[in-house]
């Protein structure tokens, strides 16, 4: 008998979504915690777009969405962060720089910590996002846009 376990080892409750088509909407198993942290791997479209996002979200309505999380390759680049509300969008978080390129792969993880999302992109921590709404009300994660998913992957908080 040998383990046939090949590939990466993702530790954490939730088994990752495997090449999921975009758009992309999925259930978090229990919700955002303080602790948990999301990543998001996959590759930009050089073709079509010009524009992705990343939604945390209450349903698959799409009218709650705790984190948007947009770069637009538009005026030189820049990122949106918002949150939607009631089908209602909030002032625009607008960060002028531009981490992703298009026609490259990307490795984006979201930390989910008591007073904000800790946005890192290849490793690197890009923006912080202060709740607006109560993250535990997030139960869905969507992507979409001119983007192509490897993997989304949950890691919960490491004991110890």
Known sequence: GSSGSSGMAF???QAPYLSPAVPFSG???GGLQDGLQITVNGTVLSSSGTRFAVNFQTGFSGNDIAFHFNPRFEDG???VCNTRQNGSWGP???KT???FQKGMPFDLCFLVQSSDFKV???GILFVQYFHRVPFHRVDTISVNGSVQ???ISFSGPSSG
């Open 27 to 29: 259930t978090i198993q």
């Open 92 to 94: 625009e978080e607008r």
């Open 77 to 79: 680049g820049y990122v």
């Open 120 to 122: 890192m992109v290849n």
């Open 149 to 151: 998913l490897s993997y």
């Open 97 to 99: 720089h531009m981490p």
């Open 11 to 13: 530790s954490g409750s």
